[in-house]
């Protein structure tokens, strides 16, 4: 069985800040993990994904994340917050290329001018 | 190349009423998902297809719901008879498969109303 854990439902931070949203897994086997943004009324747009290559990931829009295998962790991480980032972000698993997604309960991210 | 299609985008209807949601997925991706999104919370999995077989429904309440996907190629969700608690946001979603594909790519959902 796979879980996702985002620790923070709302994260608020100040326009050019360090943005973290924070992910943590369980998986069975090898997981493959995702990030992926929703804005409001749209679909889920991938940001990056881990796929058992290089641990740490670069994205769309300056979003990168690292694989921690010994935490079970893999954090979403942007240098320098913009206006445009706030939205729901989501991190998700699954056992397999081609197998279902599971989520987490999503962080809303909030930046303030 | 087009993304994923779903319409309708809205739909309101009276509970105890039949509705039906309609996807097209990318051209050439052999496995097909749909999701539901309740406000507030991530996805959770209904329906997984690969091609035309339904490989994953465990999580689809087989009493009102009820999927297709003829052809492998565009599914339909049904809901018959809908209830309030049916209210979210339903997600089609679709991915080459395999070893071949490992994300999946979103439509932008139905959001569904039962009043």
């Known amino acids: 069985a796979q879980s996702v854990t985002q620790l923070g439902s709302h994260v608020s931070v100040s326009e050019g800040a360090l943005v973290l949203l924070r992910c943590n897994y369980s998986s069975s086997v090898p997981p493959y993990l995702f990030w992926y943004v929703q804005y409001p009324n749209q679909g889920l747009q991938l940001l990056l994904k881990y796929t058992s290559a290089a641990t740490l990931v670069k994205g769309i829009n300056g979003f990168e994340a690292e694989f921690k295998k010994s935490e079970t962790s893999f954090h979403l991480t942007k240098p320098s917050a913009h206006m445009s980032d706030a939205a729901e972000y989501f991190c998700?698993?699954?056992?397999?290329?081609?197998?279902?997604?599971?989520f987490g309960g999503g962080t809303r991210l909030m930046v303030k001018p | 190349e087009a993304g994923v299609v779903q319409s309708p985008r809205y739909k309101i209807i009276e509970k105890k009423q039949p509705v039906a949601f309609w996807c097209n997925p990318i051209s050439g991706h052999n496995t097909l998902y749909w999701y539901l999104q309740n406000l507030g919370q991530g996805p959770e999995l209904l329906i997984r297809?690969?091609?035309?077989?339904?490989?994953?429904d465990s999580q689809l309440p087989k009493d009102r719901f009820s999927a297709e996907r003829l052809k492998g190629v565009d599914s339909t969700l049904k809901i018959q008879p809908a209830e309030l608690g049916d209210s979210a946001v339903y997600l089609c979603?679709?991915?080459?498969?395999?070893?071949?594909?490992?994300?999946?790519?979103f439509g932008q959902g139905t959001r569904l109303t039962v009043v």
């Open positions: 297809y690969e091609n035309e077989e339904a490989v994953d």
């Open positions: 979603a679709s991915s080459l498969g395999g070893s071949k594909g490992t994300e999946a790519f």
């Open positions: 998700a698993v699954s056992e397999g290329a081609g197998n279902m997604l599971t």
